[in-house]
Nanobody
Framework: QVQLVESGGGLAQAGGSLRLSCAASGRTFSRYVMGWFRQAPGKEREFVATISRSGDSTYYKDSVKGRFTISRDNTKNTVYLQMNSLKPEDTAVYHC??????????????????????WGQGTQVTVSS
């Protein structure tokens, strides 16, 4: 198992930046595909970004492409989400998640929520206009 703890959320102005971090427990962090999801008030949780085990493959929700960057440091058991050019519609609770995606999977990442077995508690991001 892996435990995930997010940090770095807060209040930002539109056009500003925040960097989220997600620290994972355990020695097997590099075995997991990692992802970021978010849930805005009154809405369902949605995929934001995902990164492969090695970090060389990433995929993003269309609305954050070019603004958000997901990365990971397997030596520090941490995944990051750099968020630039923030918009009020980015306001949400952001969760990181870990997936035991089979190594036989055609793609090295996944956007599918139910393929993520472990979740953090989330960190609030609020963007003011």
């Amino acid at each position: 198992q892996v435990q995930l703890v997010e940090s770095g959320g807060g209040l930002a102005q539109a056009g500003g930046s925040l960097r989220l971090s997600c620290a994972a427990s355990g020695r097997t962090f590099s075995r997991y595909v990692m992802g970021w999801f978010r849930q805005a008030p009154g809405k369902e949780r949605e995929f934001v970004a995902t990164i492969s085990r090695s970090g060389d493959s990433t995929y993003y929700k269309d609305s954050v492409k070019g603004r958000f960057t997901i990365s990971r440091d397997n030596t520090k058991n941490t995944v990051y989400l750099q968020m630039n050019s923030l918009k009020p519609e980015d306001t949400a609770v952001y969760h990181c998640a870990a997936s035991n995606l089979p190594s036989s999977s055609i793609l090295p990442v996944t956007t599918t929520e139910n393929e993520y077995a472990y979740w953090g508690q989330g960190t609030q991001v609020t963007v003011s206009s």
